[in-house]
């Protein structure tokens, strides 16, 4: 008999009726023999009418408040969930995060996980509950105040917790059956892929694959816990996300796919700082400013200076959401720097192939550059690691290209997929 | 500089605009030289639309879950709250139930405080902060469970507290300005009592005046804590309800009327057992049934029993929403005692006349049921007190038999009070 920790995201939690449904899925966990740890979002939409009401009494809520506020989403659904548990006839107990023991340091908003101290959680399950636990969550270990993770924060909970109880899988549920080979709204006939390996998995969710979060992928990882990937609405088996020597889930290593699949991502932008002076360090002043406005740069490239001017350009893509915040950091410098100009671009698109079968294969770039061509689309940037290339393009093209990399490289099944892919709500 | 503790109840915090409008009521408190702490309520609506989530889950929810759910509403409006008095320059923290120290018994959906350990309250404002604390909840002592304290559970929360921290006051705002002579959604002229004693409130209270709970009033009491009872909607001075020795709120005893006023109620019902043995101890067994089945008598009548049957009837008040479950034990009882039949009479109205100065004035009783005979009402039941004389009438007599006994003591003011009269929420 082993621990099967369960996520459940805010789609999968919507109202009365999903709850109930999803108390269904869980008491047959429970039924096959499990000890069972359910970890929730808040129900649907409640985060952003919490969120609305905030902005309504103030324009810029303390982080302190915005966390004790918003944590009164997954007290709700993780209630009415044991809740419809308990209506079925199982125990069900549920917890918040600070009652769980994930404790946490102070950032409000963004905190991390420090310590996972279940014992109230282990205590419910030697009892035969099943313990319902309140994702996105935690305490404080310096001021007691209630935190909450950010973005991701619920799955990293369920991660988290399902390491520190030795869990044998940490379950994620969603409205969408696994992780694909590319999005099944842009690419038909994109299929579901059954195994990854956590290296493909982060590099997948870094390039904007949107099934889950990189930090709950790296802390799996750490702790070498795997993840099954998988939908609240059907019984199929999803995607397990695993060590690359892993023999879960059908007891020998899978085959390895040259390509796993094609991701993209239409959230970022791009700023080129035009006619910087090509001396040592200008470059590095500029990102140390950048930095210093927490603002996380993903792609650069720097162009060949100018021998005649001995001026440079230099290009880097950030979240757009951060974009006004890096054009003000950056004007401040124009002194100091003595660049020309600054340009501002947010109709871009990034598309990435990842698999961990490229890094032996030759070609692979060339095959994936000329996909792209084919379709009239233009590379503006480029990026690579071991196990991915990632290019900028233009944001009309991204559809196309993701198609054309997709089919060039034999991902697609013969039938298309019946289901929608979208969120995982947080 | 003393300590004010302030509560308001779900009707002054109902949206995003009444929040603002109470933070600045709590910071113009602060900016007069207090320490302030607030007790909210959950905002509006919330606890109904919770609670008809988890009968949508659950028919029969249970009370550890409930409590986890139903807390999530204070958490809502105290957060905000606080950053809506952030916004006004002002620096405030919420405070969970359990944050604030308020330890309870594990009775969920009616825990009774145990003890009151306001330790981060106290650092909080030695710090210059406005605390705010959610009321209606506290933690268990035995199992670290989050509780709620049942109806009237913020008002003693407020109370709780302002004793803990030895406050100079405890005002509890609501949408009236104050306890009354009578509804003046009844009576019209009815005034504003300026102040009232203990004892008389809780009789008031008993009596069906919604304004204070009897549980908050006893715990005033008991630790000698002035409550004002006030309008959030106003500036005026409410109703100070203090010891009756105290010279709260104008430094010198006020003069003490004899009679504080009518109170009335439409929330309990009849029942009345037809036949029962006039035997020792058939009476008492009937009591303990209803006693073991959680049900709070309020007035009872015996009849003389008829000399030829040796058959008494016996009446009794109980409040209408435990009317099944008394009628069902009951009617378990039939064989064992041997009675007649029972009769349950939901259309009733008990009205009380309360006065301190009843003790010592004759006439009292005899004036009070004049009045209501005037109105062509008849009494059905009567009962007594040092300081309250309550009868049972039929129903539609109500409003008829409150006008008369107000007039007839002279309660009434010559001009109309502008009020609605409304509940306080939790």
Redesign the interface.
Known sequence: MGIVVQKYGGSSLAD?AS??RV?QRIVAAKKAGNDVVVVVSAMGDTTDE?LA??H???????G???D??L???E??S???????I??LGHD???F?GS?AGVITDSAHGKAKIIDVTPG?IEEALSMGHIAIVAGFQGVSQDS?D?TTLGRGGSDTTAVALASALHADVCEIYSDVDGIFTADPRIVPNARRIPRLSYEETLEMAASGAKILHVRCVEYARRNQMPIHVRSSFSQQQGTWVVDSTSTEPEGEPMEQAIISGVAHDRSEAKITVVGVPDKVGEAAHIFEVLAEAQINIDMVVQNVSSAATALTDISFTLPRTDGQTAMTALAKLKDEVGYEQIQYDDRIGKISLIGAGMRSQPGITAKFFKAIADTGVNIEMISTSEIRISVIVNGDGVDDAVTSAHAAFGLGSDEVEAVVYGGTGR
């Open positions: 009365a709850i109930k108390a919490l009401l905030a309504q009494v103030s324009p810029l809520p303390q302190r408040e915005l004790m506020l944590t009164a989403g007290r709700i993780e209630a009415l969930l044991a809740m419809a308990a209506n069900a107990r549920s918040t009652q109230r007691k209630i």
